[in-house]
């Protein structure tokens, strides 16, 4: 069984940066693409970033210049650092893993979110 475990998050002031991780458990082969997406109050779930096993990211244009998306194919885990954030960032965040090669087959797979509030 794969499981998506995110950490970090939390409260933060505007201009402020956090670090949003995520562990990828269960007896993995590879991962296809890793990453991370968002939803605000009201509002559909959107793209932040994502990144290939071969280190391509994409970024949402609201975030480009603000955050970096990494990972370590080795550990299965990936890694949001965002800057300068503002109160529209405010939202949960959800790792995402697809393309997941594992014992029982392929699959997509989601954290269970972790809130992200930007507030003076």
């Known amino acids: 069984q794969v499981q998506l475990v995110e950490s970090g998050g939390g409260s933060v002031q505007p201009g402020g940066s956090l670090r949003l991780s995520c562990a990828a458990s269960?007896?993995?082969?590879?991962?296809?693409?890793m990453g991370w997406y968002r939803q605000a109050p009201g509002k559909q779930r959107e793209l932040v970033a994502v990144?290939?096993?071969?280190?391509?990211?994409n970024y949402a244009d609201s975030v480009k210049g603000r955050a970096t998306v990494s990972r370590d194919n080795a550990r299965n885990t990936v890694a949001l650092q965002m800057s300068n954030l503002k109160p529209e960032d405010t939202a949960v965040y959800y790792c995402?893993?697809?393309?997941?090669?594992?014992?029982?087959?392929?699959?997509?797979?989601w954290g269970q979110g972790t809130q992200v509030t930007v507030s003076s």
């Open positions: 995402y893993a697809r393309g997941v090669y594992d014992v029982t087959g392929v699959g997509n797979y």
């Open positions: 269960g007896s993995i082969f590879s991962i296809n693409t």
């Open positions: 990144v290939s096993a071969g280190s391509s990211a």
